[in-house]
Nanobody, 125 residues
């Protein structure tokens, strides 16, 4: 049984930074690919970033590339999303996710089988 708990959301002004964290349970965390997705009000959930099991590949959505950085610490069973130069359009609930089956680190939400409860990020203009 794998559970994910996000933290670090909040209110920030445009141009500011936030760091989201996701703590995972499970003995084989290092085998999971991890992803971050977000969902704004009235919109579908969208891909933000993903990382493979040993950080050998990190994938970013074009709209966050160069501003967001995803990392993982397998010893601590955590992943982080450093978000810089935030824009009002980054406002959303951010979800941490785990792919415990394929380890692809893809951009498709259907590849992820475990989800956290989400943490809200609000960027004011």
């Amino acid at each position: 049984q794998v559970t994910l708990v996000e933290s670090g959301g909040g209110l920030v002004q445009a141009g500011g930074s936030l760091r989201l964290s996701c703590a995972a349970s499970g003995r084989t965390f290092s085998n999971y690919a991890m992803g971050w997705f977000r969902q704004a009000p009235g919109k579908e959930r969208e891909f933000v970033a993903a990382i493979r099991r040993s950080s050998e590949r990190t994938l970013y959505a074009d709209i966050v590339k160069g501003r967001f950085t995803m990392s993982r610490d397998n010893a601590k069973k955590t992943v982080a999303l450093q978000m810089n130069s935030l824009k009002p359009e980054d406002t959303a609930v951010y979800y941490c996710s785990a792919d415990t089956r394929w380890g692809l680190g893809s951009s498709s939400p259907t590849d992820y089988n475990v989800w956290g409860q989400g943490t809200k990020v609000t960027v004011s203009s």
